[in-house]
């Protein structure tokens, strides 16, 4: 079996140095080989690469695109890996998390597994993860699954790409791996045998944004046109209006007690319809 960790990267410098110093402290339990697909216009990482070229097995592609969808696709092509591996350039890989999510692919025969991931206070990060391990379906996906824990088989890859439509880098800014997975689950004809872990820890840093500022208000319009085009595509309606409701709510709740959250929701509920409206065009 041969691992290929695939990290696409833009515009960080030294979580890529420390996330590639993790690799080389842990304990992989096969072979495996790293791409790095570079999305950087200058040379922000060729020093750091070139660098550890000297201990780890790493090819480095600089590509003349951005999405990050698109470049997890050219990633895998590129792989000689029997499983993919995805984590983000700001992750970390711990000492025992790719041996412990092999040893459970190898003890199950997992198509796919995810695992969990943590703030350096071990608090979970990105979002809540389902305490125990179970299978996931199209039903259950809630807490049991985020893009850069994924360690998946390769042929899966070559049959679902990532809809590079969707993700950081693109108008519709999220849910690429919902997208994905959802494709994935709802194949009755080649069913895949997908567990969650919460024994299979990456770091990820905490991505919670405080409500009103203008990082959090461009993160939520980008999130949400994501959110809207990935209900239109899979005809989502319950999920699509009860973020409409939601952000309805919360803008008449806030409106004259919290100016910044109300802004947020304002923000929010804006971009679902015009997520939607766009969506629909892309999607004919």
Request: with cysteine; aromatic share 14%.
């Amino acid at each position: 079996m041969k691992l290929s960790i695939i990290i696409p990267t833009l515009g960080r410098r030294a979580e890529v140095e420390k996330l590639l110093q993790s690799i080389a402290d842990a304990n992989i339990a096969c072979a495996f080989e790293i791409i790095i697909v570079d999305q950087n216009t200058e040379a922000l990482i060729d020093d750091i690469v070139a660098m550890a070229m000297s201990w780890l097995p790493i090819r480095h592609y600089k590509v003349g695109f951005k999405g990050l969808s698109k470049a997890k696709n050219f990633g895998f092509r590129k792989a000689a890996g029997v499983y993919i591996s995805f984590p983000d350039d700001d992750c970390l890989i711990y000492k025992n998390t790719y041996a412990k999510a092999i040893e459970l692919i190898r003890a199950q025969d997992l198509d796919i597994i995810f695992g969990k991931c943590l703030d350096e206070k071990g608090n979970d990060s990105v979002l809540q993860f389902k305490k125990k391990a179970y299978y996931l379906n199209k039903n259950n996906m809630a807490g049991g699954f985020v893009e850069a824990t994924t360690i998946c088989k390769a042929d899966i890859l070559r049959t679902y790409e990532f809809d590079e439509n969707m993700g950081v880098g693109t108008f519709f800014g999220a849910e690429e791996g919902f997208d994905w997975l959802y494709r994935i689950l709802s194949d009755k004809k080649a069913p895949k045998k997908v567990l969650f872990s919460p024994d299979v820890e990456f770091y990820h840093p905490q991505v919670i944004l405080s409500k009103g500022d203008l990082a959090s208000l461009n993160r939520v319009f980008k999130y949400r046109c994501g959110t809207a085009y990935l209900c239109v595509k899979h005809h989502l309606h319950m999920k699509y209006y009860k973020r409409i409701l939601i952000s309805i709510f919360g803008y008449i709740l806030y409106k004259l007690v919290d100016k910044k959250s109300s802004d947020f929701y304002a923000v929010e509920f804006s971009a679902l319809l015009m997520g939607k409206r766009f969506a629909k065009k892309e999607l004919k």
